[in-house]
């Protein structure tokens, strides 16, 4: 059973009249957290394209690349945005939702986040509604500064990429310690961990991303202290 079969029955109560926050708190167990994690990023993802007036095509194709949509399946993943984006509830009280639904880690709530940024980003641009939202969202979630720093610092382009920030390490960090924090990041990003706390196997594409930014930082890290 497709994980988009999955999500249409858990979205068959919203026939009934409830909303998206309810389904979210009837999702907090696994193996339902992978359909509610899903939900959840579609859900935001349309609240933010509320934030800043539009959704572009490569936004669309950004968030297709994430959980790799089959044709069939594109009808219940419309309908899921669509909801998210008629329903009277602010993205505030969605966050809150599902920061609930995930009380027990801050683990998915981050994997939730980066997936906002990679769809956020698709189109080259960082729109100054966006960077609230995703602020914002990064607060309700009660993500720790240092962490939302590197998950801005590997999808935002800055004048100059900052390693350090990427991996989330102060710069004055001896190599061993740094050396240590990247390993750690490292086996928190293999898609099995990012399964188990209740990442869905369609969204591979994440931990694909983050591997690349984490061991290119890491990479220049240790070039820099090497010279």
């Excluded at 790799?68 to 009808?75: L, Q, R, T």
């Excluded at 329903?87 to 009280?93: P, Q, R």
């Excluded at 994997?111 to 960082?126: T, V």
């Amino acid at each position: 059973m497709s994980i988009w079969t999955r999500i249409t029955e858990a979205l068959s109560a919203l026939a009934k009249g409830e909303g998206l926050g309810a389904v979210f708190d009837r999702l907090r167990q696994p193996p339902e957290r992978s359909v509610a994690f899903t939900i959840a990023v579609i859900a935001l993802s349309a609240k933010m394209a509320k934030a800043d007036g539009q959704v572009t095509r490569n936004e669309v194709a950004a968030f297709r690349e994430i959980f790799s949509i089959a044709p069939e399946d594109e009808k219940a993943a419309a309908r899921v945005f669509n909801l998210a984006r008629q329903d009277v509830a602010g993205f505030e009280e969605y966050a809150r939702r599902i920061r609930r639904m995930f009380d027990d880690t801050k683990g998915p709530v981050c994997d939730l986040l980066e997936g906002l940024f990679y769809i956020a980003m698709a189109d080259g641009h960082y729109h100054p509604a966006e960077e609230a939202f995703l602020d914002r969202v990064a607060e309700i979630f009660e993500i720790p500064a240092a962490e939302y720093r590197a998950v801005r610092a590997r999808f935002v382009p800055d004048a100059v990429p900052d390693p350090y920030a990427v991996l989330g390490v102060d710069p004055a960090t001896p190599l061993p310690e740094i050396r240590s924090h990247w390993r750690q990041l490292v086996r928190d990003s293999h898609p099995d961990v990012m399964q188990a706390r209740g990442v869905p196997p369609e969204a591979v594409k994440l931990s694909e991303k983050r591997l690349i930014d984490i061991n290119r930082a890491w990479e220049e890290i240790s070039a820099q202290r090497a010279a």
